[in-house]
């Protein structure tokens, strides 16, 4: 039998049994609208807090960052294994990853042949005429390590943005340079000292090393050329203590040179998306994964005998009770949709055997004249998909009368969850073209598995019964 | 030619089972008219579905053209009575709503024969059986003796081997009762197999066999030899 006869038979039933048609159809109605408004609201949540998240993500970036580390109240500096854990991690998340910076802080210890407490502090002098062994109260004497950030340069093939303004900027071929750029404020500062420089002047950097009796004192210097000037301001990077950014050396130069009176206190990796163009999902992903590589190369922190991971991802941090709610929510939608499939599908089941029985006489007389079991099986499965698709689709008319209601829920809804970022929310509320396709699918599937014994039954009784029942 | 041979048809179980057909071991020649006739309740519409493949016999075989009805699947039958069968049933069974032509195309629809084709055999039938001018009416606007001519066109329409009608006068008046016999004689002229099943030994006299059941125990006779017996 011809499908387009199937079709043209089917219609002609569910025509010629109006009262039996609009009452499934109204079940059906009723119940996908309720159905597709819980999965429309699902699915825009889904898509609107993910579109939030970008904003959030677009407006503020976000930081891996890991501060010193802590084991029973003891400061623990990274091993040279961490740190090359660390690097090499970074390199393979390269496109994640903005810049990479660091602190280092003088290395102090009790040196276990002597018992003898240990320290270094570092100076810093400035000019082609320097003297390097401190002699005046002219120059700015004391590095600030808190204010000095150690930089990466590898990193910044990374991106994407400029480090350094109002002067050179970063590049792979500054690795290992002995380069240092100095924040234009700390410029003018040395001016009212009366120390002028200028990009190419000369730095030098001093450790002095004392036990605590003060008897000795080992002096390691190396000079460092003046390669740039930045404005402080537009840096990206964290203010300590209220301490502003006054120095950026390169890292590998510094730590080859000083190795062995430093050590790292502090790391931080920057990244900012792209404004558009970008899987959100596949970097969020990314994020996760790389904290948590990360902090499996680097023996955690442990304060009362509780252990947390040195590296933290802001974004992430963030974003997890966000996460959290919209699981919750998810599986709240998910259970109540399935929940009202279930309680009414059988009503439509029901609905849809009565209209197929109501039939018994002409579906007899087709089996008469040779109609097989797969034949009344398509005409039977052909009225009811149709029953089903003209109830969704009204109830897709239905749907959108209620996107109001919904978009002001969901405003609701996000404005509390995101209310801790200052990110202007949009919200928008549109119905996916698959959902009624996907709830005619899965309507006719659960009325099918309801159904299918009593219209297997009415399939496979014999032709005179059929006829005789109803003659 | 159909076949049966040793044939039961029971229904229900235990004491309270009908022995509908018993030992009913008959032939039904190719080209002849054959009467199955019987008072209400001997088994006569009972023997007519087993011959035209709507039923299944509960012991015994059926043999249409060599083939074994009894072990053929319910879609194997269903293909057999599309295209060697055509019913005439009493209370005509035309769906209302359709039109004639509809009807009558029936057969063919379920063939899944292109609807250009069915059509024209539709209305050939038709025209023949000079209903041409009630094509597009619906079913439930004809007589009672029109609708039993659709009810023979849709029999016919796929020119089947074999057609049974089953009390095809029951419902119709004397005139039109006639009609209907004359009709049903003419097809077995052209050269198909007919079987009447009726109460009225009125209708049956002019078959060529006549199988007589009571209590389902049947037994044929040629109807010339019915005919010398009654003519004494």
């Known amino acids: 039998m011809k499908l ?5 038979i089917a ?44 904003d959030i993500f677009n407006e503020q970036g976000t930081r891996y960052y890991a501060y010193s580390r802590n084991i029973d109240n003891q400061q623990s500096p990274y091993t040279e294994e961490e740190m090359q854990h660390v690097f090499s991690t970074a390199d393979e998340y390269a496109h994640i990853i903005d810049s990479f910076e660091a602190r280092l802080e003088s290395y102090y210890y009790n040196d276990p042949n002597t018992n003898d407490y240990v320290s270094t502090s570092f100076s810093v002098a400035f000019g082609t005429d320097a003297d390097k062994v401190y002699t005046s109260s002219n120059y700015n004497t004391s590095m600030n390590m808190w204010s000095t950030r150690f930089i990466r340069t590898q990193m910044c093939d ?8 109002q002067g050179s900027i970063w590049s792979a071929t500054d690795a290992g340079q002995n380069k240092v750029w100095l924040a234009e404020d700390y410029i003018k500062t040395l001016v009212t000292q009366g120390v002028t420089l200028n990009v190419g002047d000369n730095v030098t950097f001093m450790a002095s090393t004392w036990g605590n009796k003060m008897d000795s004192e080992t002096r390691v210097a190396h000079d460092y050329v003046l390669a740039g000037i930045f404005d402080a301001k537009v840096l990206r990077g964290e203010e300590q203590y209220g301490d502003t950014i006054t120095m950026l050396v390169d890292l590998d130069s510094f730590v080859r040179d000083f190795s062995d009176q430093v050590s790292y206190s502090e790391i931080q990796m920057t990244y900012a998306p792209p404004q558009t163009e970008y899987n959100y999902n596949a970097v969020y992903d990314d994020m996760k994964a790389f904290e948590e590589k990360l902090n499996a190369g680097v023996a955690p922190n442990r304060y009362d005998s509780t252990e947390r991971d040195c590296f933290t991802c802001s974004y992430v941090e963030d974003m997890q009770m966000t996460v959290l709610m919209s699981a919750i929510i998810l599986a709240v939608i998910v259970l109540l949709s399935v929940l009202i499939l279930l309680l009414s599908v059988g009503s439509v089941a029901n609905t849809i055997i009565i209209s197929v029985d109501k039939n018994r006489k002409f579906i007899g007389l087709m089996k008469a004249m040779g109609l097989n079991q797969n034949g009344v099986k398509k005409i039977v499965t052909c009225e009811s998909i149709m029953q089903i698709a003209i109830g969704v689709l009204i109830a897709v008319g239905a749907l959108f009368a209620i ?54 039954k009415i399939a496979k009784q014999d032709v005179i019964s059929t006829i005789s029942e109803v003659s | 030619m159909i076949e049966l041979k040793n044939v039961d048809k029971i229904y229900g179980k235990g004491d309270g089972a009908v022995h509908a057909l018993k030992n009913v071991s008959v032939t039904i020649e190719d080209g002849k008219f054959t009467a199955i006739l019987g008072k209400s309740g001997s088994g006569k519409s009972t023997l007519m579905n087993i011959i035209g493949a709507l039923d299944s016999p509960t012991n015994g075989t059926v043999y249409a053209n060599g083939q074994n009805l009894t072990e053929m699947s319910p879609n194997a039958l269903a293909e057999y009575r599309n295209k060697t069968t055509g019913f005439v049933f009493q209370s005509f069974y035309l769906e209302p709503t359709f039109s004639v032509l509809d009807n009558v195309a029936m057969p063919l629809i379920i063939a899944g024969m292109p609807r250009k084709e069915r059509e024209e055999k539709a209305i050939k039938v038709l025209t023949q059986l000079g209903l041409e001018d009630k094509i597009n009416k619906k079913a ?26 089953d009390e095809p006068t029951g419902n119709l008046d004397s005139q039109n009762g006639a009609e209907v016999m004359a009709l049903l004689r003419d097809i077995c002229n052209m050269g198909k197999s007919v079987v009447l099943v009726t109460h009225n030994m009125e209708d049956a006299k002019n078959a060529d066999n006549i199988i007589f059941i009571e209590d389902g125990v049947a037994e044929m006779k040629s109807g010339n030899a019915v005919n010398s017996e009654a003519n004494g």
Request: with cysteine.
């Open chain 1, 158 to 165: 990374y991106g994407k943005e400029n480090l350094i303004l």
């Open chain 1, 11 to 54: 219609l002609h039933n569910l025509w010629y049994n109006k009262s039996r048609t609009i009452l499934t159809v109204i079940i059906v109605m009723v119940v996908s609208t309720l159905i597709m408004t819980l999965c429309l609201f699902g699915i825009n949540f889904m898509q609107n807090q993910i579109d939030v998240n970008k």
């Open chain 2, 140 to 165: 439930n606007e004809l007589s009672g003796g029109q609708k039993q001519r659709v009810s023979i066109a849709r029999a016919l329409v796929h020119n089947p081997d074999i057609v049974l009608a």
């Open chain 1, 4 to 8: 387009r006869d199937v079709f043209k």
């Open chain 1, 403 to 456: 996107r109001p209601l919904i978009a002001t829920i969901l405003a609701s809804m996000f404005e509390s969850m995101f209310s801790y970022f200052a990110v202007e929310i949009a919200l928008s509320v549109t119905v996916p073209f698959y959902l009624p396709i996907a709830t005619i699918l899965l309507f006719f599937l659960f009325a099918t598995l309801f159904s299918r014994g009593s219209l297997g």
